[in-house]
């Protein structure tokens, strides 16, 4: 299943694509997309459910977010290009639910903002509650795949005393969506293609393939640290390309286009804006 949110922000309908790629209502099965409630839509009628000819806005694509946990450094050759060590194990930071918006809203660059850069990444949403979970019963958990595009703000994640949430949870910097793809939509997760433009130039194109903590190890090392709840959100690492990587740095300013997307999954386009 593809499933989606549309309408408003705060006011998003929950929805599903169809074989020929029209928007489905589920208005009428479930109140909002909750991790909880999907498995309850496996085998629905997808045909019989009503056609919304007029989607407008793509809200994040799952509601009652607990958690937003990122994975740093997760491709070997991003962080070769940012200049740092692979990590022995992986690296555990936060971004605030706060930061979580539609895939194709505008993203604010905030005030004081100099090295505003791009991630593109590969989002697993947790549907079962997990607990010092073996990677089996961690693969078994994992509601569906999303794209994620994790924006930072580099001088305050790397310039700044203290943690790298002070660079990643500006409002805006989590776009999660269009879809939550269900696993079964997916013939293989670490083999997707996953690419992200500035401007129509292509800054980034990789594949999960290059990822050297896999999703269900990712989910059951930080079971060890944390449990995780259905609707947490594991945003697992980007490929090389990032704005910091490039010679010289490259970074967004007002008035920049990214468009992103793994695949399958499908793609987003964001507009930056000045704080006001």
């Known amino acids: ?73 997760n491709y070997e050759d991003h962080a070769a290009e940012s200049g740092m060590e692979l990590p022995p194990e992986p690296v555990i930071f936060m971004k605030a639910t706060s930061a979580i918006c539609g895939p194709n809203d505008d993203v604010i660059k905030p005030k004081g903002s100099t090295k505003m850069d ?8 947790v549907g079962k509650e997990l607990r010092y979970a073996s990677e089996e019963e961690a693969a078994n958990a994992i509601a569906g795949y999303c794209v994620i595009n994790d924006l930072s703000e580099r001088a305050f994640q790397l310039e700044m005393s203290g943690q790298w949430v002070k660079g990643k949870s500006n409002d805006t910097f989590g776009p999660i969506g269009p879809y939550l793809v269900t696993p079964e939509e997916i013939d293989d997760p670490l083999n997707l293609d996953m690419w992200l433009e500035v401007n129509g130039h292509r800054y980034q194109d990789g594949n999960t393939k290059t990822m ?23 945003s697992t690492g980007t490929p090389p390309g990032v704005g910091l990587g ?3 740095p490259t970074y967004l300013n007002v008035g920049d286009v990214m468009e992103l997307g793994i695949e399958g999954l499908g793609s987003q386009r964001q507009t930056v804006v000045a704080a006001e």
């Open 1 to 73: 299943m593809k499933l989606l949110r549309y309408g408003l922000a705060g006011s998003e309908k929950p929805g599903i694509l169809d074989a020929d790629g029209n928007v489905r209502s589920l208005g009428g099965v479930i109140d909002d997309l909750y991790a909880e409630g999907i498995e309850a839509l496996k085998g629905i009628d997808v045909s019989a459910l009503p056609v919304v000819n007029e989607v407008g806005r793509i809200g994040p694509c799952i509601a009652g977010v607990g958690k937003f946990i990122c994975i740093g450094l």
């Open 118 to 125: 791009w991630e593109v990444e590969l989002g697993v949403i």
């Open 212 to 234: 050297v903590y896999k999703p269900a190890f990712t989910l059951s090392y930080l079971s060890r640290f944390m449990s995780l709840q259905p609707g947490d959100v594991v």
């Open 246 to 248: 490039q010679t010289p």
